[in-house]
């Protein structure tokens, strides 16, 4: 099964849901999805077209559009095609379903995602900050509009 | 029948040890060179290490440089050391263990800077879990520039700490 072929059946098996789809080359294709039921997409995916290993889970700030992206990297054991799945959500309240009922590593990515950018995962198991301290929790740092750099207030800069 | 503390006060010729009479007295003799000396040979540090600077910190402590001969030995728990060593960028997260530990061990104790991080935040001062100037939160003696600094270097680093402390003129202790 080559990438083509699997981009038609996402496309056909989710047909209102999955837009934008683009076949970059013979292992990358590119496809957006809508948040609402990204774990549906995810248990296909998994089971039919066996991309079982997701790679990494980000978001991207975009704060021209007021939106921001969810990426998912997903990639298989058994082909070479690795799919780059984008959800995305409003700014002011980002909210998606968790995939950590699919894949089970997601639950780290979705920690940080939810630390540095505030997007908010329903159904997730142990929804907390992975690796900033709690008090830090709504500064979201990784958007772009973060003020909180302290840049100029070292004195004994070497 | 209980005395009151007040009743002390008033003896004459005696020094009480509910007040800093006798290390104040100390410290205008002879008795504290002593004192300085013998703690200026036994400067235990911490083994605390923080990022990539820890690495040299660990060699320091290994055979190689065998700083036993100046009484420079490392320590696993901060009960037991005299000087902590912040080999590494402070993060917000981590200051609160990094006062901890500082706070457990006992006095007379030292800080000693070691590395650009520790300095000043290094590459990473403008991030935004960077705590810049730990400088203000510990009474740091010696800074250590260098990304990462030789064990040369923190060796020559203790030797500054105890010049500091035989010309009395550190932080650890009040003259």
Same mark, same amino acid.
């Given at each position: 099964?080559?990438?083509?072929?699997?981009?038609?059946?996402?496309? $056909?098996?989710?047909?209102?849901?999955?837009?934008? $789809?683009? /076949?970059?080359?013979?292992?990358?294709?590119?496809?957006?999805?809508?948040?609402?039921?990204?774990?549906?997409?995810?248990?296909?995916?998994?089971?039919?077209?066996?991309?079982?290993?997701?790679?990494?889970?980000?978001?991207?700030?975009?704060?021209?559009?007021?939106?921001?992206? /969810?990426?998912?990297?997903?990639?298989?054991?058994?082909?070479?095609? /690795?799919?780059?799945?984008?959800?995305?959500?409003?700014?002011?309240?980002?909210?998606?379903?968790?995939? /950590?009922?699919?894949?089970?590593?997601?639950?780290?990515?979705?920690?940080?995602?939810?630390?540095?950018?505030?997007?908010?995962?329903?159904?997730?198991?142990?929804?907390?900050?992975?690796?900033?301290?709690?008090?830090?929790?709504?500064?979201?740092?990784?958007?772009?509009?973060?003020?909180?750099?302290?840049?100029? $207030?070292?004195?004994?800069?070497? | 029948?209980?005395?009151?503390?007040?009743?002390?006060?008033?003896?004459?010729?005696?020094?009480?040890?509910?007040?800093?009479?006798?290390?104040?007295?100390?410290?205008?003799?002879?008795?504290?060179?002593?004192?300085?000396?013998?703690?200026?040979?036994?400067?235990?540090?911490?083994?605390?290490?923080?990022?990539?600077?820890?690495?040299?910190?660990?060699?320091?402590?290994?055979?190689?440089?065998?700083?036993?001969?100046?009484?420079?030995?490392?320590?696993?728990?901060?009960?037991?050391?005299? #000087?902590?060593?912040?080999?590494?960028?402070?993060?917000?997260?981590?200051?609160?263990?990094?006062?901890?530990?500082?706070?457990?061990?006992?006095?007379?104790?030292?800080?000693?800077?070691?590395?650009?991080?520790?300095?000043?935040?290094?590459?990473?001062?403008?991030?935004?879990?960077?705590?810049?100037? #730990?400088?203000?939160?510990?009474?740091?003696? #010696?800074?250590?520039?260098?990304?990462?600094?030789?064990?040369?270097?923190?060796?020559?680093?203790?030797?500054?700490?105890?010049?500091?402390?035989?010309?009395?003129?550190?932080?650890?202790?009040?003259?």
């Amino acid at each position: 099964m080559d990438a083509n072929t699997m981009i038609d059946s996402l496309s $056909t098996q989710f047909p209102d849901a999955i837009y934008d $789809t683009k /076949v970059e080359s013979k292992i990358r294709i590119i496809a957006k999805v809508k948040p609402e039921i990204i774990t549906d997409v995810c248990k296909y995916l998994k089971e039919n077209l066996s991309f079982g290993h997701l790679c990494c889970e980000f978001g991207v700030d975009y704060p021209g559009r007021n939106e921001i992206e /969810v990426v998912y990297v997903i990639g298989s054991y058994d082909h070479s095609v /690795v799919l780059t799945l984008k959800a995305i959500l409003p700014r002011d309240n980002p909210e998606i379903e968790s995939v /950590v009922p699919v894949f089970w590593n997601a639950n780290w990515y979705e920690r940080e995602t939810y630390e540095l950018f505030g997007v908010k995962y329903l159904n997730h198991p142990d929804l907390k900050p992975l690796v900033l301290p709690e008090d830090m929790l709504g500064e979201w740092p990784l958007r772009k509009d973060y003020k909180g750099f302290p840049n100029k $207030t070292a004195k004994n800069l070497v | 029948m209980a005395v009151e503390q007040s009743d002390y006060e008033e003896v004459p010729g005696v020094i009480l040890t509910d007040r800093n009479a006798i290390s104040d007295f100390l410290k205008t003799t002879k008795a504290q060179d002593v004192l300085n000396w013998g703690r200026k040979n036994s400067l235990w540090f911490m083994v605390n290490a923080m990022g990539c600077c820890g690495v040299e910190l660990l060699s320091t402590g290994m055979a190689h440089y065998d700083t036993d001969r100046f009484g420079i030995i490392p320590r696993n728990s901060p009960r037991h050391a005299d #000087v902590l060593i912040i080999s590494g960028y402070v993060t917000k997260k981590y200051l609160p263990a990094l006062k901890k530990i500082w706070d457990q061990m006992p006095s007379p104790k030292w800080v000693i800077a070691f590395g650009d991080c520790a300095i000043s935040g290094g590459p990473f001062y403008e991030s935004y879990s960077t705590r810049q100037n #730990v400088d203000e939160i510990f009474p740091v003696d #010696v800074f250590v520039p260098g990304c990462p600094p030789r064990c040369e270097a923190l060796i020559q680093a203790f030797f500054e700490l105890q010049k500091k402390i035989e010309a009395k003129q550190d932080k650890g202790t009040e003259y």
